[in-house]
């Protein structure tokens, strides 16, 4: 079990309590993704520091963070999000957005670790 995909099902069941404000996230949100069933394998506290954690990344790196965002709870695949990456922004998008996503998952780790 992958947490950061079972964090992902958490939020978008649970919109309202992230801890950060995503407009794009809303917009995806409004009945464009299909609903799964509501279990989850990840107690609300834990969600909550996992959330708090890519809080910390949205401060860190904004890009880390939109990628994160876009493959854990919009559930694009690398290749869509490497597709509607900008090219000034992502050169070599493919391998560059998976960098940034490890990276991504690597800081959030770090930052739970820390705090455990």
Request: net charge positive; proline share 4%.
């Amino acid at each position: 079990m992958n947490e950061f995909i079972e964090y992902g099902k958490w939020a978008r069941h649970n919109p309202d309590r992230l801890g950060y404000p995503s407009p794009w996230l809303e917009m995806i949100m409004r009945n464009n993704v299909p609903s799964e069933p509501l279990s989850y394998s990840i107690t609300d506290d834990r969600a909550m520091m996992i959330d708090k954690a890519v809080c910390k990344l949205a401060k860190y790196s904004l890009l880390q963070y939109q990628i994160f965002c876009m493959y854990y709870l919009a559930r694009l695949s690398e290749r869509n999000i490497a597709q509607m990456a900008d090219e000034r922004i992502l050169k070599n998008k493919r391998n560059r957005v998976k960098i940034e996503l490890e990276k991504a998952c690597a800081f959030i780790a770090g930052v739970l670790e820390a705090e455990s």
